[in-house]
């Protein structure tokens, strides 16, 4: 069984439509993140969480917001999607210290 | 703040032949640098990782990447690339692990 997990793996929906991609891992990480990639633009951070009761905005969270449900299970929410919304996104888990991100497959959102 | 530049948003090379792509990043202080690869359909692998040591760094699928403090590069090699190299390969930054800051990535394309 894969580390990390995405649910949805696509999705298409349409505007102003409230949308939530799920994210869960069995590495026992506490920290847990969420990125979205956009071709020619790399990744870029939406939300973080080194805890279940720490969570904080990375560098483009409007329009979003996250729920952190355990320590294995990060959720994000699009309350009204929107068209340049659409990307495809990418849950990631840490351990404080030396230790690299590990990636999810990814969830390919549409927004029509 | 840290920035990471990848100069070229694809590279063109031959089955066999030698690869180099190359990362620059900015930074006021000391950072950890990374190397993830990404096939298509797929999410990130991380290839390998520079945190202390020896400035020469092995990782997986025979690449190498050298830390060059005074030119501030994170250049990723390979001696002779197969076909099943061609992906994305994002360079990344961090100060300690945690919120990876992404170069725009390199599309590798090998052909026969």
């Known amino acids: 069984d894969a580390d990390v997990t995405q649910t949805p793996r696509n999705r298409i929906t349409k505007t102003g439509k409230r949308i939530m991609l799920e994210c869960s891992q069995t590495k026992g990480h506490d920290r847990m993140y969420w990125y979205r990639q956009d071709p020619g633009l790399g990744l870029r951070l939406i939300y973080y969480s080194f805890d279940v009761k720490d969570i904080n905005k990375g560098e483009i969270s409007d329009g979003y917001s996250v729920s952190r449900q355990a320590q294995a299970k990060f959720s994000l929410s699009l309350e009204s999607a929107i068209p340049n919304q659409t990307a495809l996104y990418f849950c990631a888990t840490s351990d404080p210290g030396r230790t690299p991100q590990y990636f999810g497959p990814g969830t390919r959102l549409t927004v029509l | 703040a840290q920035s990471v530049t990848q100069l070229d948003s694809q590279v063109p090379v031959f089955e066999e032949a030698p690869v180099e792509l190359r990362c620059n990043y900015s930074s006021s202080v000391s950072v950890y640098l990374f190397w993830y690869v990404q096939y298509p359909n797929q999410g990130l692998q991380l290839l390998l990782k520079y945190l202390s040591g020896s400035t020469l760094v092995k990782g997986i699928n025979g690449f190498e990447a050298e830390f060059n403090k005074s030119q501030t590069s994170f250049h990723l090699r390979k001696p002779s690339v197969h076909m099943s190299d061609a992906a994305e390969y994002f360079c990344?930054?961090?100060?300690?692990?945690?919120?990876?800051?992404f170069g725009t990535g390199t599309r590798l394309q090998v052909f026969p």
């Open positions: 990344a930054v961090s100060l300690n692990t945690d919120k990876l800051i």
